[in-house]
């Protein structure tokens, strides 16, 4: 028994030099262990607010990126339209003035060559009524036919002035172009 006592004692002893050396240290280092987990899970948890409002940034970020994006998409399309618009105008000015142009030189040129070919005709008319006269008028025979046709188309177009054109025949005797006797 006296060895159960002593070794009640013994533990006893061990028990008091651990509570009293050993349990200080040991709860000290618990205690900071603790406060560093402690630390660590609030580092942690900050870390996880932080990384999920940097999250919320981004997707804002983002989602303005996109918004900017779609009006700037949308800026470049009307005025693309606009462009084209306004292309497609001044074409159309541009093709409606040439037309005109093209126009106005046209009619340029018609009046130019009728104005040429009235001329030409005129010449023409000329030669051609002076050649039908002279051929007309070299033979006496036809040269009163052609003026009592002449007379009779005069009085068909105007009763009174037959009157006057038989006044003139009878007044002036027929000139002759050919170079022989008088009729």
């Known amino acids: ?22 349990w200080p240290s040991l709860s000290r280092m618990a205690t900071k262990q603790q406060d560093a987990i402690s630390q660590q899970v609030d580092a942690s948890e900050q870390a996880q607010r932080d990384h999920e409002e940097a999250r919320r940034r981004f997707e804002s970020a983002l989602a303005e990126a996109r918004d900017d994006v779609a009006k700037i998409r949308d800026t470049a399309r009307a005025d693309a339209e606009r462009l084209r618009e306004e292309l497609r105008e001044q074409a159309d000015r541009e093709v409606e003035r040439i037309r005109q142009r093209g126009a106005e030189q046209l009619i340029a040129q018609r009046d130019q060559t009728v104005r040429q070919l009235q001329g030409e005709m005129g010449g023409l008319m000329m030669a051609l009524t002076e050649r039908i006269l002279v051929e007309s008028l070299s033979d006496d025979d036809r040269r009163v036919s052609t003026v009592d046709r002449f007379l009779d188309e005069l009085d068909q177009m105007s009763g009174s002035e037959t009157d006057r054109v038989d006044d003139r025949e009878s007044a002036d005797p027929p000139v002759s172009t050919t170079s022989g006797s008088q009729a």
């Open 1 to 22: 028994m006296a060895v159960l006592i002593s070794e009640i004692f013994a533990f006893l002893i061990i028990l008091l030099v651990l509570y009293r050396y050993v």
